[in-house]
């Protein structure tokens, strides 16, 4: 039994390090800007219409756990 619990415990360190780089690397991805190009070029969007957007999207997050 003792053996079984040392081998789960080092898969869940592997998968541990596993999301640490999987999240390093979309943070440093993150960092550059996203160019809207073809059909939306001509489109100008704030940062009111993100916020906006976000809250279109997730209104109803807080009545996820009910």
């Known amino acids: ?3 079984y619990i040392l081998v789960r415990i ?3 360190q592997d998968e541990l390090e596993t999301l640490k ?3 390093s690397n ?3 991805e993150s960092r550059n800007p996203t160019k ?3 059909l939306w070029k001509d489109i100008v969007v704030t940062d009111e219409d993100l916020e906006e957007a976000k809250k279109a999207v997730f209104k109803n997050v807080l009545e996820w756990d009910k």
């Open 10 to 12: 080092q898969a869940i």
């Open 26 to 28: 979309q943070e440093k």
């Open 21 to 23: 780089r999987l999240i």
């Open 36 to 38: 809207i190009s073809g």
């Open 1 to 3: 039994m003792s053996q």
